[in-house]
């Protein structure tokens, strides 16, 4: 059984910052890439950053110099700094990992319950 867990997520007005954590957690053996994604009401599911496990990055455009996403590989964790937070930036932030939980097993991608984050103007 594989878990993952993100916290982090509250009510914050325009230009302040937040900080999302994740923890993955059950019968793990490697992670391969983590990310986040997030969905705004009435919006589809958008991919906001992506980490792999040497630490290579990948950021949506509109998030590129305001979020910085990184990982702590030994703890299974993977975070999501958000600064300059605009009220589009609302949304539930889902985090994802591609999981390989056994050495000859084959990677799956495991989903986060989300959490709400909610930027006023």
């Known amino acids: 059984q594989v878990q993952l867990v993100e916290s982090g997520g509250g009510l914050v007005q325009g230009g302040g910052s937040l900080r999302l954590s994740c923890a993955a957690s059950g019968s793990i053996f490697s992670i391969n890439r983590m990310g986040w994604y997030r969905q705004a009401p009435g919006k589809q599911r958008e991919l906001v950053a992506t980490?792999?496990?040497?630490?290579?990055?990948t950021y949506e455009d509109s998030v590129k110099s305001r979020f910085t996403i990184s990982r702590d590989n030994a703890k299974n964790m993977v975070y999501l700094q958000m600064n300059s937070l605009k009220p589009e930036d609302t949304g539930v932030y889902y985090c994802?990992?591609?999981?390989?939980?056994?050495?000859?097993?084959?990677?799956?991608?495991?989903w986060g319950q989300g959490t709400q984050v909610t930027v006023s103007s």
């Open positions: 994802y990992g591609n999981i390989q939980r056994t050495e000859m097993g084959v990677s799956h991608v495991y």
């Open positions: 980490i792999n496990s040497g630490s290579s990055t």
